[in-house]
């Protein structure tokens, strides 16, 4: 089955700061790989996504780029503000078959002011 | 708020006995998976429902359970519980299983086993 590894487990930085959080997978018939937010007591929440078919998408600080050869795919929060301290999952599956999709341990991001 | 409600929320049970847990999905959304994250941990893909039909299943034994009704809610089930079954449990809609359309989850059951 798929296994994902995501890293670091904590990341620290300071307000303004970028932040770049890394995910491996071992299915290469992974298709689609989404990224969640999670605050402290708050349901998972998706905050960009990525198919196969692409290999980089931004919205606003956010994106996300992917490698399918190496088999990897990050994130990259730029100008980073308080609000975005979360935990960050990433997720691999692949999609229009049977869906089982795969997350990361999760990355505790923490940006200081 | 995104619409998907869960209950309870909160669930404390003993060892052996048996638990379920509903969700309600978002209108327009005929797909509900079901995930598991203990502490600390990512959430963990139990099974996912499909117009009624089991669609996908993760590494969990067959005493966990479920099942999606007409109006596409579900429940999952856990029989015979065990201490490690005690985590936090998150049902997640979107409107197909195909093509990785985006899920909204619920906001969690959180599931104590003493």
């Known amino acids: ?113 | 708020e995104t619409g998907v409600t869960q209950s309870p929320t909160h669930l404390i049970k003993t060892r052996g006995q048996q638990v379920t847990l509903r969700c309600s999905s978002q209108s327009g959304h005929n797909t509900v998976s079901w995930y598991q994250q203990a502490l600390g941990q990512g959430p963990q893909f139990i099974f996912q429902y499909y117009r009624e039909e089991e669609n996908g299943r993760g590494n969990f034994p067959p005493r966990f359970s479920g099942l999606q009704f007409p109006n596409y809610s579900s429940e999952l089930n856990v029989n015979a519980l065990e201490l490690d079954d005690s985590a936090l449990y998150l049902c997640a809609s979107s409107r197909s299983q195909r093509d990785g359309n985006e899920q909204f989850f619920g906001p969690g059951t959180r599931l104590t086993v003493l």
């Open chain 1, 1 to 113: 089955g798929e296994n994902v590894e995501q890293h670091p487990s904590t990341l620290s930085v300071q307000e303004g700061d970028s932040a770049v959080i890394k995910c491996t997978y071992s299915d290469s018939a992974s298709n689609y790989f989404p990224w969640y937010k999670q605050e402290l007591g708050k349901r998972p929440q998706l905050i960009i996504d990525i198919r196969s078919n692409v290999g980089e998408k931004k919205d606003q600080r956010i994106a996300v780029t992917l490698n399918k050869t190496a088999k990897h795919f990050s994130l990259h929060i730029t100008e980073t503000q308080p609000e975005d301290s979360a935990v960050y999952f990433c997720a691999a599956s692949r999609a229009g078959g049977s869906y089982i999709p795969t997350f990361g341990r999760g990355t505790s991001l923490i940006v200081h002011p």
